[in-house]
T-cell receptor, first 115, second 110 residues
């Protein structure tokens, strides 16, 4: 196991609602990246947090936002949910260096279904 | 054109077969390359990094051709437990994020 945990494991929401997903990084890791993986596709980079600041963002709209806390755990918030937001949301932690690190460990993911 | 493309799959092979996966990337400035494995409904896990000189880890061999912007993964003597989706991952220069390909699904049959 990687030591990266995510909650909840599954979630069902309706269109227009808001959702918060949580990630606890591996001990000693100060960088957390979030990915969205739609069915049958590879993970798509949403953004990364390094020492509590956003440190890179993929091609996702502003309704996807995040936070990182002093203990390096992180939240992903999605507002105004759309049907296409249904996906597996993965977080990955890295042992420092922000985007300049080649090592990342994934959590088990949160499966979000938007009805 | 997608940044990272892979063989569409799925690949269905018998136990003991040799199977090769191909991946191409569009960003010529890419610096780091990886193969990840993802089991059904699980998270991706690093299988191996890919170096310019090529590298081998047991039954797995990865090759990188920077001139052709091409990465390959060869699996010899396939086992049932190799059944998974194999994701090609590329990373650009410093400060750039990881870009995943769509994955190629492998089923090793008894």
């Amino acid at each position: 196991e990687t030591g990266v945990t995510q909650s909840p494991t599954h979630l069902i929401k309706t269109r227009g609602q808001q959702v918060t997903l949580r990630c606890s990084s591996q001990s000693g890791h100060n960088t957390v990246s979030w990915y969205q993986q739609a069915l049958g596709q590879g993970p798509q980079f949403i953004f990364q947090y390094y020492r509590e600041e956003e440190n890179g963002r993929g091609n996702f709209p502003p309704r996807f936002s995040g936070l990182q806390f002093p203990n390096y755990s992180s939240e992903l918030n999605v507002n105004a949910l759309e049907l296409d937001d249904s996906a597996l949301y993965l977080c990955a932690s890295s042992p420092g260096g922000g985007l300049n690190t080649d090592t990342q460990y994934f959590g088990p993911g949160t499966r979000l279904t938007v009805l | 054109r997608k940044e990272v493309e892979q063989d569409p799959g799925p690949f269905n092979v018998p136990e003991g077969a040799t199977v090769a996966f191909n991946c191409t990337y569009s960003n010529s400035a890419s610096q780091s390359f990886f193969w990840y494995r993802q089991d059904c409904r699980k998270e991706p896990k690093l299988l191996m990094s890919v170096y310019s000189s090529g590298n081998e880890d047991g039954r797995f061999t990865a090759q990188l051709n920077r001139a052709s912007q091409y990465i390959s993964l060869l699996i010899r003597d396939s086992k049932l437990s190799d059944s998974a989706t194999y994701l090609c991952v590329v990373r650009g220069n410093y400060g750039q994020n990881f870009v995943f390909g769509p994955g190629t699904r492998l089923s090793v049959l008894p």
